[in-house]
């Protein structure tokens, strides 16, 4: 499947609601539960998520369109959350979520992007060249990453409970 | 974490507005794409999900219930939604999903389930002797595998678009 703004944007539009729906009003049994050490809570990765909103998506594909390759992405601070979200709640987070990415979005549409500004190049610190469609791909691919590990954390706090059915379910490792 | 009807209920009530959110309105591109040969869509999953609700969790419960280990699981058909979903539309799915859900969480509340129910055995066909806790954390579990997968699947349709960042991306393979 092309990568196209018409087909990405119905799917980065829909992501609060999705991750809402998998989160508000659940017990922090399951909002707070990781897969162990050094990894993730859903409360977490909702952090990550208003993290990126901030500092990545729309931020990277602005310094792309003003400076190509001249001028090399800011690296993403993948565990800014811990600090960002400290004292928050999960409806809160949730909320400033829904809030970014709602103005994100317009701020995407509002550069009247074309076929050929796709494929405008930028620099990643680490990745290196990239064009501006790989960047947008990858944030509709991570935000569906996410939400995928937000049901994965979540079902496997029911990995010792499920008995003999976890042959059946790979999920849980 | 040890399974509760008190937790299991919001996520399985949950569960309809997730895929609908992730779903509702998406261009055929997103919600009937696969991971390739005899995997399933996201349409697929859908009509999964309904037969699941029709032959699985709650008739399984009852058997149990009623017949405890003396009578065996009627086998589950995996494949039933290939002809099942056959000329229906992905939102008709979604509708019955839900309707079928809601009516299966009054079923199982209006069962009065008590802690020492969910001890209670019956018999899988395939994996034998199981817990009444066992089956309703795996419908939970299920519930959970699928939306992840629904992601998951979505998210591969852009494999070959994320460039560079496919390395970050664990999920594409």
Chains 1, 2 share one sequence.
């Not at 087909?7 to 659940?26: E, H, K, N, Q, Y």
């Not at 399951?30 to 931020?59: A, K, Q």
């Not at 995407?108 to 500004?117: I, V």
């Not at 990858?138 to 008995?163: C, F, K, N, P």
């Amino acid at each position: 499947m092309r990568f196209t703004l018409e087909d990405a944007l119905p799917v980065l539009s829909r992501t609060p609601a999705v991750v809402s729906s998998l989160l508000t009003g659940l017990p922090e049994s399951w909002t707070r539960g990781t897969e162990g050490p050094d990894t993730w809570s859903p409360f977490d990765v909702v952090g990550h998520l208003i993290h990126g909103e901030r500092t990545d998506w729309i931020p990277r594909t602005e310094i792309l369109l003003t400076h190509g390759e001249s001028r090399t992405f800011t690296p993403f601070d993948r565990f800014a959350q811990f600090e960002a979200s400290r004292g928050k709640t999960l409806h809160e987070l949730l909320d400033t979520f829904a809030e970014l990415r709602a103005a994100n979005l317009v701020r995407l549409q509002s550069l009247g992007l074309t076929p050929d500004d796709l494929e405008r190049r930028g620099r990643h610190p680490e990745l290196g060249p990239c064009t501006l469609r790989e960047l947008l791909a990858t944030w509709v691919t991570h935000d569906l990453s996410h939400i995928a590990q937000i049901a994965r954390v979540m079902g496997r706090q029911y990995t010792d409970e499920v008995g003999p059915w976890r042959v059946y379910l790979p999920m849980l490792g």
